[in-house]
């Protein structure tokens, strides 16, 4: 990593980050020590195409990791991502009048509910996999969501 | 017409569907595992959904998944390809019970079909030839006995959880029954865990031949001409043409007269294959019908015009035939050889990234895949990654076109059966067309000798 | 049958003839300039040989050089392709008289079909419609005025050194001849420093509508259907389609009897293209005879099945055609997209890198390109990168399968043609098939506004 | 060196980039402490696979540069390299009884017969552009020859 003892933030990151963007590489692999550099421009692998999809599914974030075999929680610089185990729409309440679950800032324990997806007129009751806070939820009320799209994400380790 | 369809099955045949819908005005989703978002067949669709991890039974074939996928996309109708879902009777039922309709035969087609033994019989009370065998399993010798006496000899004893050659008998004498019997049962047993052996009339180089069928809700059916897939290994077709130059003109009318025969008594619809063996003297059997569209589909259209894919989606969306079996004709002659990203000896996967994909182009050259450069071929699936397909005015024209275009194909980065395929079409005996279905393990034999 | 042709050519043609020749079991011999040393077609073929400097006069079109590779590699016929050295009547001579079979029309032929004017007036004395027009060129306004009357209004007057829309002058009453007469002669000397000018008649948004023949030494001809090559933009012809939506099955035998006429009359041999306008009353006219294998060959081939450059090979050995005409089939409908690397707002000519190259797949798709990821397309040469064919059972099945794989598509590095194509598909004229030579600019005109 | 403490940024990695599309490469790794390079250039630009090519038509080198609009002779590490100028057969001598017009070693005066190449019966007599010596004949005698095709390698400052 770039960001190193002497406390270098992001800065350089983005800046390289823009550089990837600019140049459509695929890949850029810096290292300090020995000076090393991996750049890599892949031109066959496309972006998606598919222009309407994104309205109706939000697309799942392409560095999910291809060979994950199992709905994991990823922990994304500390955090808990709780994906969806399955196809269906997204319910952040049990029902139309109610409270949702959860909002963001709540504590939540290993176990609890956080929402439901229903599939197949079937409402499945999703559970916090961790205790700890909820940070972010993302995914909105009442939207299909597909296998593996993140949907909240948990913070592991609160401070109050 | 559907307004939208899902198409739920991946690579060539996801895309070789989506094409068929672009074509017809259909908006399409694709569904895809964890392994197969940046595939061509996502790509090319309307909308994807992501069902699931890589293992297919956790994802193509979840079923739950891809109909809450249809469900949440508004998809009309579901289009299973070929493999994971589309011989499920079950899921073709959840499918029409909640209103998506199925693109294939009914439920109750698949049942029977799924039951060989059970088609056999009702295709045998018709009155057409069937397989000669035992009805099941034979529980002694002396049941072995006598159905291999009434099969007529030489009978070959199969393991019925078998496959793969394994617990394979040919008894050509009746003294040597009771002894064949004992061992293919222990060799059943031990390999497969389940001793029931059956019985089977036995036929020297046989040819695998198949018809295809189309049957609408209607009641209309018709024959699009036969396949010759005699080129297999280990039960794996690798080579496939049209028409068969084992089949003459009047066995081609018997032939598909007793296909239609088969499908009209099992009330079939859709489209389906109706497979044959053909023995040496030109008799023919019945074995099965492959109640889904087939890998090798394209010879057909090659030769009849006939787009199958849209037929089958214009039959499930309820709509008569738009010809009859007079306005079919066949015109020249197409071949297909399976690309499998295979080790070319062991005929074991060979997985990794494509890093140069270059499909050969011209007259007559036909290529689906859902291939292209920097592709990366899964570990967890079907090993198939292209299908190279030529037509020609003649069986010479169209062969002389694969061997030109098996020599154009380049796939870099991962092994492919495209040398087998190349050996294959400079063989002497495979350019007469005088192969049965022992033809490729004799060529492999031939190699390492 | 010839052992080794040379293919005097480059880009998809020339790979288009090293396929045949392949398919024949010919070897081949590539010829290329110092710009094309990389290319598809020099590594297709079996042997290659450098001609020359990138400028084609001093590569591909250097009969020297050419000739002389042929004589180094021993290769007995050369393919000329289309362009270059193809209605070279010199070269064509040449080549005969060396004993190197030129693959093509006699030089005779070749001679006469190139001056236009002698070639109407041989057919047009043999009594077949000719577009009429005067004789030569117009010396002073009364002999402009009297050919207008014997040609009859309206009439277009046209720079003989002319070309793309210079220098020419509609006209439509007698009075007006005198000052149109005058203006076009100082615009065709302000233009191209040339004065002199000609009279036709003008037609009214005519199509263009052409039938391709073949012709074998000994005398036989066959008529394989019309193309109808109406788009086009300043007489570069950009989509075509057989058979042409304007020409029903009277006009079509019609129109096919007088082209065959037309080319016994001049006895041509191998392929040729007899070039009709035909107007708005369905009257149709003889322009002239293209003396060459045309770009848009494979639409007949399409929906022929057969191999226009297989026969041409064919009879420059001498052999007979093998089919005669109640053999020809028309099967479906074709229509051919010619991708060219141009910026589509003002048709420059656009070189460069190709960085992703993907062409479409799947049923009744055929493109006929040497492109491939990395391909450069260099800037000395005609910009043609690829071919885009496609086939249906009908005019309506061949347009959604262009129109798929014209999405289907990826050029990326350079601009081509590409997205022009796809409006020209999704034009509702251009879809009923009402379309005439002036269709695709006042598209482009529509576009701008 | 890229982007530490002193304050050395970007510019190297752009100029990078900028190599590796300038030379059309797909990957390019640089390593300084152990002297690494790893460069990767995946194209369609596959080599010639006309096998048979290589015993009839000696396969001008690729490094040719395509851009020659004029069969001028190239400089090879000082050299002159005579190119032929039209396809034929290469001759050494003027008949086959006769000595060849030169041997390697041998000094040449700009305007000198070096060979005969043969088009079409015609007897194409190719001069020396130079003064030098020939350090290498590079066609075989009586061997075809393709355009642009190295025929003889001349040492324009020859020590004696």
């Given at each position: 990593?770039?960001?190193?003892?002497?406390?270098?933030?992001?800065?350089?990151?983005?800046?390289?980050?823009?550089?990837l963007?600019?140049?459509?590489?695929?890949?850029?692999?810096?290292?300090?020590?020995?000076?090393?550099?991996?750049?890599?421009?892949?031109?066959?692998?496309?972006?998606?195409?598919?222009?309407?999809?994104?309205?109706?599914?939000?697309?799942?974030?392409?560095?999910?990791?291809?060979?994950?075999?199992?709905?994991?929680?990823?922990?994304?610089?500390?955090?808990?991502?709780?994906?969806?185990?399955?196809?269906?729409?997204?319910?952040?309440?049990p029902?139309?009048?109610?409270?949702?679950?959860?909002?963001?800032?709540?504590?939540?324990?290993?176990?609890?509910?956080?929402?439901?997806?229903?599939?197949?007129?079937?409402?499945?009751?999703?559970?916090?996999?961790?205790?700890?806070?909820?940070?972010?939820?993302?995914?909105?009320?009442t939207?299909?969501?597909?296998?593996?799209?993140p949907l909240?994400?948990?913070?592991?380790?609160?401070?109050? | 017409?559907?307004?939208?369809?899902?198409?739920?099955?991946?690579?060539?045949?996801?895309?070789?569907?989506?094409?068929?819908?672009?074509?017809?005005?259909?908006?399409?989703?694709a569904?895809?595992?964890?392994?197969?978002?940046?595939?061509?067949?996502?790509?090319?669709?309307?909308e994807?959904?992501?069902?699931?991890?890589?293992?297919?039974?956790?994802?193509?074939?979840n079923?739950?998944?891809?109909?809450?996928?249809?469900?949440?996309?508004?998809?009309?109708?579901?289009?299973?390809?070929?493999g994971?879902?589309?011989?499920?009777?079950h899921?073709?039922?959840v499918?029409?019970?909640?209103?998506?309709?199925?693109?294939?035969?009914?439920?109750?087609?698949?049942?029977?079909?799924?039951?060989?033994?059970?088609?056999?019989?009702?295709?045998?009370?018709?009155?057409?030839?069937?397989l000669?065998?035992?009805?099941?399993?034979?529980r002694?010798?002396?049941?072995?006995?006598?159905a291999?006496?009434?099969?007529?000899?030489?009978?070959?004893?199969?393991?019925?959880?078998?496959?793969?050659?394994?617990?394979?008998?040919?008894?050509?004498?009746?003294?040597?029954?009771?002894?064949?019997?004992?061992?293919?049962?222990?060799?059943?047993?031990?390999?497969?865990?389940?001793?029931?052996?059956?019985l089977?009339?036995?036929?020297?180089?046989?040819?695998?031949?198949?018809?295809?069928?189309?049957?609408?809700?209607?009641?209309?059916?018709?024959?699009?001409?036969?396949?010759?897939?005699?080129?297999?290994?280990?039960?794996?077709?690798?080579?496939e043409?049209?028409?068969?130059?084992?089949?003459?003109?009047?066995?081609r009318?018997?032939?598909?007269?007793?296909?239609?025969?088969?499908?009209?008594?099992?009330?079939?619809?859709?489209?389906?294959?109706?497979?044959?063996?053909?023995?040496?003297?030109?008799?023919?059997?019945?074995?099965?019908?492959?109640?889904?569209?087939?890998?090798?589909?394209?010879?057909?259209?090659?030769?009849?015009?006939?787009?199958?894919?849209?037929?089958?989606?214009?039959?499930?969306a309820?709509?008569?035939?738009?010809?009859?079996?007079?306005?079919?004709?066949?015109?020249g002659?197409?071949?297909?050889?399976?690309?499998?990203a295979?080790?070319?000896?062991?005929?074991?996967?060979?997985?990794?990234?494509?890093?140069?994909?270059?499909?050969?182009?011209?007259?007559?050259?036909?290529?689906?895949?859902?291939?292209?450069?920097?592709?990366?071929?899964?570990?967890?699936?079907?090993?198939?990654?292209?299908?190279?397909?030529?037509?020609?005015?003649?069986?010479?024209?169209?062969?002389?076109?694969?061997?030109?275009?098996?020599?154009?194909?380049?796939?870099?980065?991962?092994?492919?059966?495209?040398?087998?395929?190349?050996?294959?079409?400079?063989?002497?005996?495979?350019?007469?067309?005088?192969?049965?279905?022992?033809?490729?393990?004799?060529?492999?034999?031939?190699?390492?000798?």
């Amino acid at each position: 990593m770039l960001n190193d003892a002497s406390g270098e933030q992001l800065g350089p990151i983005q800046e390289l980050i823009d550089l990837l963007k600019r140049n459509n590489l695929t890949e850029l692999e810096v290292e300090r020590g020995g000076f090393r550099v991996r750049l890599r421009h892949e031109t066959g692998t496309r972006p998606a195409v598919a222009a309407s999809a994104a309205d109706v599914i939000p697309a799942a974030p392409h560095t999910r990791a291809e060979s994950a075999s199992m709905p994991l929680p990823a922990e994304t610089a500390g955090k808990v991502t709780i994906t969806s185990p399955i196809v269906g729409t997204f319910y952040r309440s049990p029902s139309p009048d109610a409270d949702p679950y959860v909002e963001e800032g709540d504590l939540v324990k290993k176990g609890q509910v956080l929402c439901i997806v229903e599939a197949m007129k079937l409402m499945n009751e999703i559970e916090s996999e961790v205790d700890g806070r909820v940070v972010k939820i993302l995914a909105e009320s009442t939207k299909p969501v597909e296998y593996g799209q993140p949907l909240f994400l948990v913070d592991p380790t609160p401070t109050s | 017409m559907f307004k939208k369809i899902l198409v739920a099955n991946r690579g060539e045949i996801a895309l070789r569907v989506i094409r068929a819908c672009q074509e017809l005005g259909i908006k399409t989703v694709a569904i895809h595992s964890e392994a197969d978002t940046h595939s061509w067949h996502v790509r090319a669709a309307d909308e994807h959904v992501c069902v699931g991890p890589p293992e297919d039974a956790l994802s193509y074939r979840n079923i739950p998944n891809v109909l809450s996928a249809a469900e949440i996309t508004g998809a009309e109708a579901i289009h299973p390809g070929y493999g994971f879902l589309s011989e499920n009777a079950h899921f073709a039922e959840v499918c029409e019970s909640i209103g998506v309709k199925f693109i294939g035969p009914t439920s109750e087609n698949i049942a029977l079909m799924g039951d060989k033994a059970k088609a056999r019989e009702v295709v045998a009370r018709r009155g057409l030839p069937v397989l000669p065998g035992s009805p099941g399993e034979l529980r002694n010798e002396s049941e072995a006995l006598e159905a291999a006496r009434k099969v007529g000899f030489p009978v070959i004893l199969k393991a019925s959880a078998g496959g793969g050659g394994r617990g394979m008998r040919v008894v050509n004498k009746e003294d040597e029954v009771a002894r064949a019997f004992q061992a293919a049962q222990a060799e059943a047993k031990s390999t497969f865990g389940h001793e029931g052996v059956y019985l089977e009339r036995y036929f020297l180089e046989p040819r695998h031949i198949e018809v295809q069928v189309l049957a609408d809700d209607r009641g209309r059916v018709v024959c699009l001409g036969e396949r010759d897939c005699s080129i297999q290994r280990r039960y794996q077709k690798l080579v496939e043409e049209t028409p068969s130059p084992a089949v003459n003109e009047a066995l081609r009318r018997e032939i598909g007269r007793v296909a239609l025969d088969a499908i009209k008594a099992v009330h079939y619809r859709n489209a389906g294959t109706v497979e044959f063996l053909l023995d040496k003297d030109q008799n023919f059997y019945f074995m099965e019908v492959n109640a889904r569209i087939q890998v090798e589909h394209p010879i057909t259209e090659m030769v009849t015009g006939i787009d199958l894919i849209k037929e089958q989606i214009r039959i499930a969306a309820g709509l008569p035939l738009a010809f009859r079996q007079q306005d079919i004709r066949i015109t020249g002659h197409s071949f297909e050889c399976r690309i499998n990203a295979e080790c070319p000896e062991k005929f074991t996967p060979c997985p990794g990234l494509v890093t140069h994909y270059r499909p050969p182009g011209g007259f007559g050259v036909r290529v689906d895949s859902a291939m292209e450069s920097h592709s990366q071929v899964v570990p967890h699936y079907d090993s198939l990654i292209a299908k190279l397909i030529t037509h020609g005015q003649n069986r010479e024209e169209a062969m002389a076109r694969m061997r030109r275009a098996l020599d154009e194909f380049v796939i870099e980065g991962i092994k492919t059966t495209l040398p087998l395929h190349r050996r294959i079409f400079s063989d002497a005996e495979f350019q007469k067309g005088r192969v049965s279905t022992s033809f490729l393990e004799r060529l492999l034999t031939n190699q390492s000798n």
